[in-house]
């Protein structure tokens, strides 16, 4: 059995099951944002799915959601926040309230994040800097789930990186948000529930060999995409995110699931470029030209068009979750 | 027939061929120091081989060895170099003296360069900020080699992206140095030359589809690295070059090969972050357990383990190139 909920009833699930968990008032607002921005993009199973854990996390603990983060000013073009194990969503709204008017201002900012927790959609976040008009590069770390190539043993996580590109009037002209692995780790994760293969170049067993058994999978570790190169993207984000900003590094981390009283307490790290400043110019003509030539050809797309087809079409037709979540989410409220 | 030259032999030979083909003295230092590492790195057909492109474009007129790079200030963190239709190398070294200071002031800084030419080894240019204690990101785009994923017509180049981490004592604890697409063009190249078919994933044929028929790749296009992954990468690559750093897209730009007047006129684009600015003081432990972690797997290595290797035993057994390469190179003394 399904529920399907409205736009504007899915966003009052959402605030009302973070705020009845726990989380002050004045940190559900952004937060509610993203989590309905994520599912009305389609990407089921980061919305809705992923709540019933921030919700828990409140109860257990292992989240603080009174923790007011602090945003600490470095330079007139570097802030550190300390989310104080609270979620990432507080800490990183609290910090781009900074960072914004900075890379406005000097051209270039950055800030990073620490003592933080799992950042969701991380193209949420480089997609506000985008709509302030801003070049958007965005890194979060996670517990470890890739092994270099090899080697047998996870040392980094899928390790996501995201880049948003402003386009006219407040509008996106496209937006990137990938993992450093060849496919999601819930990918595998359903396969080895269903007890169906994987294909090959999906996941590693634990002695480092290519796999179509999703449980030694799931034991092993995942295939980074396009081998050495992905497990180098992932390294990017991990030297951001850990060495940078603050977080922990993946084997420190706390888990993202667990209902423990054990925070995450991971990195993240953005860095906000105001192309007006670079360019000479130039910037909104050569985006128009790149983006044309690419959506000229037949079978191609933007990197955030399937995302944006889904809000219009979702925003029409609502949000459709399993009933069962939902009663879940409902117990929360 | 080959010859081997020693270190010292070898830069003579650089520096000699530059100038003697137009560079302007002043423009020469860094430059030579560029292409000798790169031969030392064992990236063979990236120093010696591109040289006598370099000294030929001097004489055909397509790049201006006397071209004094104008570097303006945009902020205290945000700098813009107009190469002139020189080289690259003159353009990024003046941009490095203002950029590194501004890093170091600041915590991060960036700059674009545009009117520009090949950049060569990308990580070169990382490595010499990680080497001033800065965690850095560089860009370069190119020629068209490489379509978006369902497409058929190549749009980017195989942009490379570098990010160079700084170790104890203005050493370099990693660098990552990798292009956008699966494999090098040039070895697509020489299959093609000795008639030899190429793996699948390597390359498209004109209607996008894999192939295994090299000559056919080379009518075609790139396969990306993972796919619409490795398309992405390609993409920021373009962004920051083409529409924030103001070089041209790789559709307008002149040839990196043609003996030809027509400048490439590409861009690049750095970031530089000071790592102990944003750490709060954990970034050396931070970085030590992570490259350990990977030290400590059999098989496994640091992104550039292998041309500090290849350094190491060059410096000792000498650069050995072809004859005729040679002979070319001692003509333009």
Known sequence: MTVTLTPEEARALIHGALIGAGLAEGHAGYFTDAILDTELSGLEGHGFYWLQFYCAHLQSGKVDGRAEPVVETLSPSAFRVDARHGFAH???????????????????????????????TLGYHTGVLARAGLVALGATNSVPAIAPVGGRTPVIGTNPISFAVPGDAGKIAFLIDQSASAVAWTAVKRAAED????????????????TTDAAEGLAGSMAPSGGAKGFSMGLIVEVLCAAVAGGSLGPDMGSFT???????????????????????????????????????????RLPNQRREANIARLMRE???LDADLHARLQAFC
Chains 1, 2 share one sequence.
Do not use: H, K
């Open 318 to 320: 609502g949000l459709t």
């Open 195 to 210: 007890g169906r293969p994987i294909p090959p170049g999906w996941a590693l067993d634990a002695e480092g060999r290519d």
């Open 90 to 120: 507080p800490a990183i709204e609290a910090g781009f309230r900074a960072l914004i008017p900075a890379a406005q201002a000097q051209g270039i900012a950055a800030m990073g994040v620490y003592n933080s927790y799992n950042a969701a």
């Open 258 to 300: 667990d209902e423990d009283c054990r925070p995450i307490d991971n990195g993240q790290f953005f860095i906000a470029i105001d192309p007006t400043r670079f360019s000479g110019g130039v910037f909104g003509d050569r985006i128009g030209a790149l983006t044309a030539s690419i959506l000229a050809q037949d079978g191609a």
